[in-house]
């Protein structure tokens, strides 16, 4: 789409760009092109896009994808769009304010990437809400102005050196690929914009996240600050400093990632941080009656498919949402999928029951919950010839976990959840689909 068809396609529709709205449409189809040509588009994707307005992006997505969701705001271009794609079964247009939509739906839409020339207004808005971990994104390209994208990108020493940049770069590598001149926009905005490429990072060591964010909201508060004054009580800041080998009097700018997140674990209390298994953990071998016969590691009875016992609970909350974790990338089996709330193995001598109530503790940091049983799944390839007891529970407090073990949990609609790992089963621990499958017999409607 050129200027002259976009001029026409809003006048067509009665649109009159809003700056309140931050609304700067793309004119050139080369600039477009190379945008969409970062998403490295494959025919199983879904992209979903936010902002398409008169589609000058999306003319180049359609019909190279399995299914294209376009988000909105404006409702007259949200309107064309649904006359244009009336129909079409792999387009979806959704006419609301992506700073607020909920993006776990979009889950059960995996292998799921991101595009969006996002309104300068509410850019900042739109990209926590769908790029914070978790997110179901295996990719990211957005456009935004220029001096956002530099801070996204930006290391200690540079000006542009802050929260955001150490936010995104904790979770995405950012490649900064394409500058787009004013001239390429309708109206003209009066900065320059550029795009960047994202890609989810895999190689950071484990950490916890709401830490780290509180660190750095303590941090950059007030910058010019001393870090040591700034930060909690509880460690020695000397030892601190030491650990990180930087001068005592540091401020929060001097810091770069890997000094952030290695503080973050100096910070971290809890008790299993930095334990994502223990192969040396003595458990309860059984018979196939679920009979105690002898007792073996937990390295051991994996290496040889010994006959063992585990427990897995579901935490639901008032919603009737259910709690999934993802498991950390340093597990030894199914690391970095999706799996139940919580689950673990029952040490030698434990009972289920007694078991559920310590791996809640352990793993989510629930003390008082009242469980019941929901079934018992016999030993398989699946679950890894683990009988295995599915508890229920329900909590709507607070939850803390060992970033050693998990990556992050959140909260799911149950029907999500069934369609989620109809579309994609590779996306959770097969254990956990055993024992969904298990729940979900035990329901009438999990909608």
């Known amino acids: 789409m050129n200027h002259g068809d976009i001029r026409k396609h809003l006048d067509l529709h009665g649109v009159l760009p809003s700056r309140q709205l931050g609304q700067n449409f793309l004119t050139d189809a080369t600039t477009a092109l190379t945008i969409v040509s970062h998403l490295d588009l494959q025919a199983d994707d879904t992209v979903i896009e936010v902002g398409p307005g008169a589609g000058s992006l999306t003319c180049h997505v359609e019909g190279r994808v399995r299914k294209l969701i376009l988000i909105e705001f404006d ?3 949200a309107a064309a769009l649904k006359d244009r794609y009336a129909g079409r079964a792999d387009v979806e247009v959704i006419h609301e304010d992506a700073a607020r939509i909920d993006i776990r739906r979009f889950f059960a839409e995996r292998p799921a990437k991101f595009l969006g020339n996002l309104p300068y207004s509410s850019g900042g808005a739109i990209m926590k809400n769908f790029l914070s971990v978790p997110h179901p994104f295996c990719r990211a390209v957005i456009m935004l102005q220029k001096e956002v994208i530099d801070r996204l990108g930006a290391g200690p020493g540079n000006s542009d050196y802050g929260m955001l940049s150490l936010r995104v770069q904790s979770a995405w590598h950012v490649e900064i690929v394409q500058q787009v001149p004013p001239d390429v926009f309708y109206p003209a905005p009066q900065v320059d ?4 490429l994202l890609i989810p990072r895999q190689d950071l060591p484990a950490f916890d996240r709401r830490l780290f964010d509180e660190l750095l909201r303590r941090g950059f508060g007030q910058r010019r600050k001393q870090l040591h004054k700034l930060m909690p009580a509880g460690q020695d800041w000397k030892h601190v400093t030491e650990q990180l080998d930087v001068p005592l009097t540091v401020r929060a700018e001097e810091l770069d990632l890997a000094k952030w997140i290695h503080l973050t674990q100096l910070y971290d209390t ?4 930095e334990i994502p298994q223990k192969g040396s953990e003595i ?5 196939d009656n679920d009979e105690v016969t002898g007792q073996a590691t937990r390295a051991e009875i994996h290496a040889q498919n010994l006959l063992h016992r585990a427990v897995h609970i579901f935490v639901f909350n008032k919603r009737r949402e259910v709690l999934l974790q993802l498991r950390s990338r340093f597990k030894d089996k199914h690391p970095g999928v999706w799996d139940s709330s919580s689950a673990g193995h029952i040490d030698a001598g434990e009972s289920y029951a007694t078991s559920a109530a310590r791996e809640l503790e ?6 008082s919950a ?4 929901i079934g018992k799944l016999p030993p398989s390839p699946a679950t890894g010839w683990e009988f295995i007891v599915l508890y229920a529970c329900r909590h709507d407090g607070a939850l803390r976990f060992p970033c050693s073990e998990i990556d992050t949990v959140q909260w799911f609609p149950l029907s999500l959840v069934e369609q989620w790992i109809q579309h994609s089963p590779q996306d959770f621990a097969s254990g956990f689909i055993e024992c969904w499958n298990l729940f979900a017999a035990s329901q009438k409607d999990l909608r």
Request: negative net charge; hydrophobic residues 45%; proline residues 4%.
């Open 75 to 77: 409702a007259r271009l």
């Open 193 to 196: 914009s550029s795009v960047a």
């Open 270 to 273: 809890h008790p299993l941080k």
């Open 283 to 287: 458990l309860d071998l059984v018979n």
């Open 362 to 367: 352990e793993e989510l940091g629930i003390t």
């Open 370 to 373: 009242s469980l019941v049983e």
